[in-house]
């Protein structure tokens, strides 16, 4: 079958690099990606263009220019501000946006939206038109058009609040709420049935974004709110809520979204991998959720990725200590080999192993023909000899990078570094 050609944008976020993630292997899949800034976006999704900001008069224009050039069938918005930018323009496009139907696009950007619509639910907090209707004190106060918690500030007076008001655009006053909090990942499907609720906890929070995470049970309370969100609101894809306890331990609404969550890799590696679902539902599939519940708790972290200003054809690389340790096969070698094999690069294993070099790859697994060379040099042999053309040179001794480097002015690595080389 024909693969379907989806547009990750903005690519860059971290929505974007998980959809990039779940979606990199599909066979359905011929991912696509666009920024409208210059980041990490590029390095991860091979077919790659730079847009104005959808605040660019000429927007419009190269967006629809870029859906034409790429075929786009599919388009994931990762920001709440370019999800409410393009659902009401998306049909003259002739693309399908994921949960890109402009009314609910319109009520998720707004939290004073979100709570008028629900306002007969008693999950919705209370909220207060301005400081002289608040009957108690402490509440929040919060940009209505805020996320990932970004602008909330905690106020315990009214001198506080009028303060903290004055640094806010269009700011909320909510009721405080000290109990947990949950963000409550969600699915719908082309029939509007609601196929996945799934609440994880917000255990550390760096930027908005949940950096430990730990699945939960949705409890009768929770369900309620996401069937009642996915009857009065059209939603087809992922979606999410967040929620959060008040003193009594009743779950209240904080906001939702109808755009992929940046940490619902919680749900991915347990099995509900929800942007490859938006691509099978898109082309009308019913579905079916198994989840592997055994998977509970996600970790996440920065990462570093090097860009090499270097064109080269072949790569060099030691064997003892750098291929090889301790008899076993270096994992992070060998995910950059085969990267490099991928990127049709020619491999030569350099080495003084003192052994037979062929048992001692049989011992680590390593194939013989996962090099284009094998090359055993004699002891004093200058590894810079027998290196040949533009290449690169991966070894873990000092001495020997050096010597490389000094004698053919070629880039060299110590093997600490190939997990930021070629993502």
């Known amino acids: 079958m024909s693969r379907i050609n989806v547009l990750v944008f903005p690519c860059g976020s971290e929505?974007?690099?998980?959809?990039a993630r779940a979606l990199g292997l599909s066979l359905h899949v011929r991912l696509h990606g666009a920024s409208s800034r210059d980041d990490h976006g590029r390095q991860l999704f091979d077919r790659y263009a730079e847009l104005p900001n959808i605040a660019d008069v000429e927007f419009d224009e190269r967006f629809a220019e870029l859906l034409e050039r790429w075929e786009i069938d599919l388009l994931f918005a990762c920001h709440d501000s370019v999800m409410e930018y393009l659902a009401p323009r998306i049909a003259q496009w002739n693309v399908h946006l994921v949960n890109g139907d402009p009314l609910t696009a319109r009520v998720a950007r707004s939290k004073q939206a979100s709570y008028e619509l629900f306002a007969d639910e008693s999950w919705v907090p209370r909220h207060f038109a301005c400081v002289d209707h608040v009957p108690a004190w402490p509440v929040l106060l919060k940009p209505d058009q805020g996320q990932g918690g970004q602008g909330v500030t905690l106020v315990r007076s009214r001198a506080e609040a009028e303060l903290a008001i004055a640094g806010l655009s269009q700011p909320l006053i909510c009721e405080y709420l000290p109990g947990l909090e949950l963000t409550v990942d969600c699915f719908s499907d082309w029939r509007g049935r609601l196929l996945f609720v799934g609440p994880r906890s917000r255990e550390r929070v760096v930027g908005g974004i949940a950096m430990r995470s730990r699945r939960v049970c949705a409890d009768d309370a929770i369900q309620e709110i996401a069937a009642r969100i996915n009857e009065r609101l059209p939603l087809r894809g992922p979606w999410f809520f967040q929620v959060k306890q008040d003193s009594a331990g009743v779950w209240k609404l904080l906001e939702?979204?109808?755009?992929?969550?940046?940490?619902?890799?919680?749900?991915?590696?347990?099995?509900v991998n929800l942007p490859l679902m938006a691509v099978q539902d898109f082309m009308q599939r019913d579905q079916l959720v198994l989840e592997e519940s055994r998977v509970t708790l996600v970790e996440r972290r920065l990462a570093s990725v090097a860009e090499l200003d270097y064109a080269f054809e072949s790569v060099y690389l030691d064997f003892d200590d750098t291929l090889v340790c301790d008899g076993s096969a270096n994992p992070q070698a060998m995910r950059f080999i085969y990267r490099l094999l991928a990127m049709g690069k020619r491999l030569i294993l350099l080495t003084r192993h003192d052994g037979y070099l062929s048992s001692a790859l049989a011992r680590a697994r390593i194939a013989e023909t996962l090099f284009d060379d094998i090359i055993h040099l004699r002891a004093g042999e200058p590894k810079s000899s027998v290196i040949q053309g533009r290449a690169i040179f991966v070894d873990n001794h000092f001495p020997e990078r050096l010597e490389v480097a000094r004698t053919l002015g070629i880039p060299v690595f110590d093997v600490d570094t190939l997990e930021m080389l070629f993502p």
Do not use: K, P, T
């Open 15 to 19: 929505v974007g690099l998980e959809i």
């Open 256 to 271: 939702l979204s109808c755009r992929l969550s940046s940490s619902s890799v919680v749900h991915r590696v347990a099995g």
